[in-house]
């Protein structure tokens, strides 16, 4: 079945170490997208990438990295940087430049001790 | 994009229509309405968009007012497995990047 998948769906990690959570679709859409969301909270934009080997910061990125080295494959990195990076964090795609909506992953729960 | 605004919270009775406003009062006439819904600890799920027209699907309807400054989302039989949050989103069709997302309404369907 066509989707997007995204591991680990728990992590734990301690302060000042990086972690990658891995996002992967075989929808065959051009573009990807990182989110985050806070309890209670709505999703706030990380970061873009309508092709590859391109991508945009959104809102909140500062703290975090990205890669497009393949139309499927969109990991995000948060880096020691991130001062509050304990968060559920969401990947997404959406075929090309149209009305069609964005198809969302199941999450990765990122919790730091 | 234009702001939304939405409830907080809402109840609704189980096999009962659950109506889901949302103000958009800025909306430009190039910005489509969308929504979502989000159950606990899962991805969101994609549910109806619309420009101008009312619009329904399997799963709901949107009405959308003349002036396009608000619109529902109704479900028409809500049940359980419906208690979600919901969000209304308004975005420009060729704005590629961006859907920006709110606190949302969590509906709480009651048996």
């Known amino acids: 079945d066509g989707g997007i998948t995204q591991s680990p769906k728990y992590l734990f990690r301690k302060e000042g170490q990086n972690v990658t959570l891995s996002c992967e679709q075989n929808?065959?859409?051009?573009?990807m997208y990182w989110y985050r969301q806070d309890p209670g909270q709505g999703l706030r934009l990380i970061y873009y990438?309508?092709?590859?080997?391109?991508?945009q910061k959104g809102d909140i990125a500062e703290g975090y990295s990205v890669s497009r080295e393949k139309k499927e494959s969109f990991p995000l990195t948060v880096t020691s940087a991130q001062k509050n990076p304990t968060a559920f964090y969401l990947c997404?795609?959406?075929?090309?430049?149209?009305?069609?909506?964005?198809?969302f992953g199941e999450g990765s729960r990122l919790t730091v001790l | 994009d234009a702001k939304t605004t939405q409830p907080t919270s809402m109840d609704c009775a189980e096999g009962r229509a659950a109506n889901l406003p949302c103000n958009h009062s800025?909306?430009?006439?190039?910005?489509?309405v969308y929504w979502y819904r989000q159950i606990h600890s899962q991805g969101p799920q994609y549910i109806i968009h619309?420009?101008?027209n009312n619009e329904t699907n399997e799963m709901a309807s949107l009405i959308i007012t003349e002036d396009r400054k608000s619109s529902t989302l109704i479900l028409p039989h809500a049940t359980l497995r419906d208690t979600a949050v919901y969000y209304c989103?308004?975005?420009?069709?060729?704005?590629?990047?961006?859907?920006?997302f709110g606190s949302g309404t969590k509906l709480n369907v009651k048996p």
């Open positions: 997404a795609s959406k075929q090309g430049v149209s009305t069609g909506e964005l198809f």
């Open positions: 929808l065959n859409h051009d573009a």
């Open positions: 990438s309508q092709i590859v080997n391109d991508f």
């Open positions: 800025t909306i430009s006439g190039n910005e489509y």
């Open positions: 619309g420009l101008k």
């Open positions: 989103i308004v975005r420009v069709v060729y704005n590629f990047n961006k859907f920006y």
